[in-house]
């Protein structure tokens, strides 16, 4: 009944903006509503400080953040030993301006390496450099990050493998991701550790390797405190059972959080495909607040225009940063838990 009259109200207050109205989503804050979760975007230094109706949308609707890029290898290390946290500061000092959390992004990953992190390392050198990359900058922020994605996406998208064939697996096989979690832990006992992954969201092949691997690691005494389901999903694709996923995950004692959240239309919008996004969008918030340990949604940007998929209009503000119906929803399904407690 409070969903409907919420619905309703949410649709009444807002429902007549038009491309002539100021970009506003109204006295809505979808990070009020999602209390006592977190509700983030991937922010992007780029626009954050040039974009001023981004800028606002930042401050006003966001409880955490994740750098977009400012903390991935090659843009805060990228020569041996010399760090560069400027952009990456930006951030974390926007993120505690607006008392919002930051979300940590990431140390062990495939991608966005700078080149001399490369094969020709030994195992030992490798090892060393990895160490020092995650004292470093877990020194830098100490008491500052909520959460650090210790893992971005090293399971394997194919059956026939646990891990994906990468630097890190190549050097140093399965002990590749306790490493870098036994290093985190080390370097700072406070950030959430997580492993971050894509394809996860529903049962399938690729989560239940996840699945077993993680409980090894629990088996094994390796700290770990969370998963993060990226969720780059297509329009009309939510898994169904990405609850229960969330629920088998929870129930080893993990937190979970829905980390990079963005629904692709693939084809220009109208009325129909905003409104299955919009769909899309609760469904996915809907089974994070229906899971206990599901601390947080964030989605990969904040407007259509600053999306990493162009033209995609993929999030819940359109490129003139008016709300979409997918922010409805958003604010519907959360809205809706904190009604029922
Ligand atoms: C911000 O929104 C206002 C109101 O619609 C608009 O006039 C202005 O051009 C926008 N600013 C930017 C930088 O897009
Ligand atoms: C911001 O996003 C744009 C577009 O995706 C990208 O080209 C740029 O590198 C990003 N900037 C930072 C600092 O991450
Ligand atoms: C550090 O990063 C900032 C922001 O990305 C950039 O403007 C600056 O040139 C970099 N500094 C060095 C010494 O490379
Ligand atoms: C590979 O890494 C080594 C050691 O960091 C470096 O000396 C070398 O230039 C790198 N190779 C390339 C192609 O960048
Ligand atoms: C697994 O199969 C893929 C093709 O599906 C292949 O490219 C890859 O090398 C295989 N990996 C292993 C470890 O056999
Ligand atoms: C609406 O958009 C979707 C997704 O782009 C597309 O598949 C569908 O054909 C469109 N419908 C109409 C009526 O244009």
């Not at 195992?123 to 909520?146: P, W």
């Not at 890190?168 to 006992?189: H, I, N, S």
């Not at 609850?243 to 980390?259: G, S, W």
Request: proline share 6%.
């Amino acid at each position: 009944m409070y969903r409907l009259l919420l619905g309703t109200a949410l649709i009444f207050r807002f429902g007549r903006a038009s491309p002539t109205s100021a970009p506003d989503s109204g006295e809505i804050s979808l990070r009020d509503l999602a209390e006592p979760r977190f509700f983030g975007a991937a922010a992007n230094t780029t626009f954050l400080f040039h974009d001023q109706n981004y800028t606002r949308l930042a401050e006003t609707q966001f409880s955490i953040f994740t750098p977009e890029n400012e903390m991935k290898w090659e843009n805060i290390e990228p020569f041996p030993n010399v760090f560069n946290f400027t952009a990456a500061d930006e951030i974390v000092r926007f993120s505690e301006f607006s008392h919002a959390k930051v979300r940590g992004h990431n140390f062990m990953w495939g991608n966005q390496l700078p080149p001399w992190v490369n094969d020709s390392l030994s195992a030992t050198e490798l090892d060393r450099v990895l160490k020092n990359h995650i004292d470093k900058i877990m020194n830098h922020y100490r008491g500052k990050l909520y959460a650090w994605d210790v893992i971005n996406e090293l399971i394997s998208d194919t059956p026939n493998a646990t891990f994906k064939d990468i630097i890190w697996t190549r050097k140093f096989g399965e002990e590749a991701m306790p490493k870098a979690l036994v290093y985190a832990r080390q370097a700072d006992p406070q950030p959430r550790l997580y492993i971050n992954d894509y394809g996860i969201e529903g049962i399938n092949g690729k989560s239940n390797t996840l699945f077993e691997v993680v409980k090894s690691f629990k088996e094994d005494g390796i700290l770990l405190d969370g998963i993060g389901f990226q969720c780059h999903l297509t329009l009309g694709q939510v898994p169904p059972d990405l609850q229960e996923n969330l629920q088998r995950f929870a129930d080893l004692d993990l937190d979970v959080a829905i980390t990079e959240l963005d629904i692709n239309l693939r084809g220009p919008a109208n009325d129909t495909a905003l409104a299955q996004q919009a769909k899309d969008y609760e469904e996915i918030v809907n089974a994070c607040v229906a899971v206990k340990r599901c601390v947080s949604v964030t989605v990969w940007g904040v407007s259509d225009d600053h999306s990493w998929i162009p033209h995609g209009e993929v999030l819940p503000w359109d490129g003139e940063k008016r709300p979409k119906p997918a922010f409805f929803a958003i604010a519907e399904a959360f809205g809706e838990s904190t009604s029922s407690g």
